[in-house]
């Protein structure tokens, strides 16, 4: 899935991940490729992308997400 964490000051991450997890407002959840589309609040936590190269974690002070047609977007 193609994925992009978008901040105020920058863009902390596009390109392809096979997984994402992050802090939910209601409970930290997970989404994959070609997950239902959706749209979710987000709270301040960790957002840990899942790559074919390995894995990283980035510091969000809350947000939203939205799914759709395999492209994920976090603004946080």
Not at 11 to 16: D, I, N, Q, S, Y
Not at 17 to 28: K, N, R
Not at 38 to 67: H, P, R, Y
């Amino acid at each position: 899935m193609q994925l992009e964490i978008i901040t105020p000051d920058k863009k902390l991450f596009e390109g392809e991940a096979t997984g994402v997890s992050l802090p939910g407002s209601d409970g930290s959840f997970k989404i994959l490729n070609h997950h239902a589309p959706m749209v979710a609040s987000l709270k301040k936590g960790i957002v840990k992308v899942d790559t074919t190269e390995g894995s990283q974690e980035f510091a969000i002070n809350g947000g939203i997400v939205e799914c759709g047609d395999n492209n994920v977007v976090v603004l946080a």
